[in-house]
Nanobody
Framework: QLQASGGGLVQAGGSLRLSCAAS????????MGWFRQAPGKEREFVAA????????CYADSVKGRFTISRDKAKNMVYLQMNSLKPEDTFVYYC???????????????WGQGTQVTVSS
């Protein structure tokens, strides 16, 4: 299971760090990703990190502002979000896949989301 947390209300220009806790299986050998979705809209890719924890992929809309990382000892994945904008307001989900392209959007496991709201 995957559970995202850390969302909340923040002013534009502020920061939040989302966490994704993995349980029930060892996700250290999975590619981990973050997605986001607005009501009535399709889910969109945000970032992903490979098993090594070194190689990552980012959506153009978040490059330079968001950083994905993972802590294998804790079976956790993080999304540090800086310079937040009102257009970053979404429900954010973490996901896992056994393999495939880092930037690919087909995932095997999905967690519950966490709401991020950025006020102007």
């Amino acid at each position: 299971q995957l559970q995202a947390s850390g969302g909340g209300l923040v002013q534009a220009g502020g920061s939040l760090r989302l966490s994704c806790a993995a349980s029930g299986r060892n996700f250290n050998n999975y590619v981990m990703g973050w997605f986001r979705q607005a009501p009535g809209k399709e889910r969109e890719f945000v970032a992903a990190i490979r098993k090594s924890g070194i190689s990552a992929c980012y959506a153009d809309s978040v490059k330079g502002r968001f950083t994905i990382s993972r802590d294998k000892a804790k079976n956790m994945v993080y999304l540090q979000m800086n310079s937040l904008k009102p257009e970053d307001t979404f429900v954010y989900y973490c996901a896992a896949k056994t393999d495939g392209s880092t930037c690919g959007t087909l995932y095997d496991y999905w967690g519950q989301g966490t709401q991020v709201t950025v006020s102007s």
